[in-house]
């Protein structure tokens, strides 16, 4: 995979902060601005994932609601029943 080069245009104030930001990381402005738009893409592929797998098996419960675990079957016995 090659690379392309990007050029942006951005506020005095916002490059020092990417600048504060990147120090912090011993990373150059350009590292962490990469870095940081990875990482963007990485949550919404993940998080696109996440709602295609919930539609597709179908969300139980609504949101924020914990989900209750499926009951195990009535003929499962525990391995201390019925031992006294």
Known sequence: MGSTVLSLRIDGELLDRLRSHAAKR???VQDYVARTLIRED??????TAVDETEKFY???GTEGEPREAPAPPRDHVRP???IA
Not at 42 to 47: I, L, T, Y
């Open 42 to 47: 990485f949550d919404e592929r993940f998080k």
């Open 80 to 82: 201390s029943a019925g």
């Open 26 to 28: 011993g990373m150059s």
């Open 58 to 60: 179908g969300a139980e």
